[in-house]
């Protein structure tokens, strides 16, 4: 698959400037090439061996449909793996499933535009897999039958500033599905106003595992008694988790987990859970679900409290806690981590929980409203990615032209006059040096050719 130009960029909200590592296809582990921009969206950074396992980095923007048709115009191949991994998973339950997922609720009601866009577009690139929504449904709802898992976060006493909270999931299991192994972090810059959202998963997921927005609020789900009920106008709880990062957005976070709870409650959930919603500074909580409640589905909610570390952490494993108490099946050291008081940092956050085996990981250095740190790695079976650390900014405001050397959104003439009067520099603080090598080189027109005519319109 040849790269396609990058037609409109979104508006940005600021402008930096950035010289972040765009690893494009060419920096790949391997020979793999995926096309580095489309239309609404361009891949940021991307390793992948021979077998597809590594990691990508991806930006999407625009209408829900905008968005669903660049990623699966991006990642078109390994979505069509990860449906056809599913159906080799479920066999003879495959069918069964598809009808589960058609009489399922999806919420918001932009996520079936991006379900519709993405079959679109792979009617057009992959037309001989004749992938319609129903595959794309059941692939993207992994969640309803796996996932155990361990969280925490912490604010207050345990942090210093500038950072104001500290929240890490990990999500464990193995690796079900060999497009398990290609771990891709998808940033959403939607344009219908509600919050921009980063989602840890795997290729082509509108759903979240792993999800944190604007607001620095972090989203998973946990196991909890996981009995389900697959009866028709039920939402899974993949969509919950997705509808929850994407619901508020009152400037006002303290105002979030009781509108988002609140909402939650009119709908009937397909299977028990633990949905955490580790809103920073202590707004947060842990919403509890399950499919046989007399009332409302969404029927507790846990709030920190104080006899637990001060009311200053929060824990979510996969055992029953109100938050006065460490759940049983705590197995990471979470107590002793906290019953030292002084300030925590992102990197000693980050490893409470990080261990091999966990299928992914994601970590998140709140200072505020689209001001954070956010680290995340994933399992490749054998070995892991790299952690790959990113701001913010750097996921959202990074320049759309991967070969845009002179900073004008587009890569030209002007471009490559600078990396051809720059070749051959070495030794660092090369103008040229586009993959961040510490020289200019072939690489470096490699980038810059593969991006040529972005920005410059069709």
Not at 171 to 183: E, R
Request: aromatic share 10%; hydrophobic share 35%.
């Amino acid at each position: 698959m040849k790269p396609t130009a990058a037609l409109a960029a979104p508006p940005r909200k600021t402008i930096r400037p950035l010289r972040r590592r765009l690893l494009i296809a060419v920096t790949t582990l391997t020979a793999v090439v995926a096309p580095a921009l489309a239309q609404n969206g361009v891949i940021l950074d991307q390793q992948l061996d021979e077998n597809g396992k590594g990691y990508t980095v991806i930006r999407v923007w625009g209408s829900h449909y905008e968005m669903g048709y660049a990623q699966a115009q991006l990642l078109g191949d390994y979505i069509v793996q990860g449906v056809n991994d599913t159906k080799t998973f479920l066999g003879g339950n495959y069918d069964y499933v598809r009808a589960i997922m058609a009489g399922a609720v999806w919420m918001p009601p932009g996520i079936e535009d991006e379900i519709d866009a993405a079959v679109d577009c792979l009617a057009v690139t992959h037309p001989q897999e004749s992938i319609d929504e129903l595959d794309l449904k059941v692939t993207c709802t992994a969640g309803e039958w796996l996932y155990g898992c361990r969280s925490h976060t912490c604010w207050g006493r345990y942090v210093a500033e500038p950072i104001k909270t500290l929240s890490t999931r990990r999500l464990d299991f193995g690796t079900v599905l060999p497009s398990m192994n290609h771990h891709v972090l998808c940033t959403r810059d939607p344009a219908d106003g509600s919050p921009r959202w980063v989602n840890l998963g795997w290729a082509g997921l509108p759903t979240a595992a792993t999800g944190v927005n604007e607001f620095g609020t972090l989203v998973s789900l946990h196991d909890y008694q996981c009995q389900t009920d697959f009866a028709p106008g039920r939402m899974p709880r993949m969509i919950a988790c997705r509808y929850a990062l994407t619901f508020a957005s009152d400037p006002d976070v303290s105002t979030h987990l009781d509108t988002v709870y609140t909402e939650l409650q009119d709908y009937e959930i397909m299977t028990g859970s633990f949905v955490n919603y580790y809103a920073p500074e202590g707004y947060g909580g842990v919403m509890v679900c399950y499919p046989y409640q007399g009332g409302p589905d969404f029927y507790y909610c846990r709030a920190p409290q104080k006899v637990w570390h001060h009311g200053e952490a929060m824990i979510t494993t996969n055992a029953w806690t109100d938050g006065t108490y460490t759940p049983a099946d705590e197995n990471f050291g979470a107590d002793a981590y906290y019953d030292d008081e002084s300030p925590k940092t992102l990197e000693s956050h980050w490893h409470l929980l990080a261990n091999s085996t966990s299928l992914h990981q994601l970590s998140v250095a709140y200072r505020g409203r689209e001001d954070m740190t956010i680290w995340a790695d994933g399992r490749l079976d054998p070995g892991r990615t790299p952690r790959l650390e990113y701001e913010w900014y750097q996921l959202f405001d990074a320049p759309v032209c991967p070969g845009d050397l002179d900073g004008d959104d587009d890569t030209d003439q002007a471009d490559l006059g600078i990396l051809l009067a720059d070749w051959g520099c070495t030794g660092g603080d090369c103008p040229g040096d586009l993959d961040d090598d510490g020289d200019t080189d072939h690489a470096d027109l490699g980038v810059l050719l593969a991006d040529w005519g972005c920005g410059t319109g069709p």
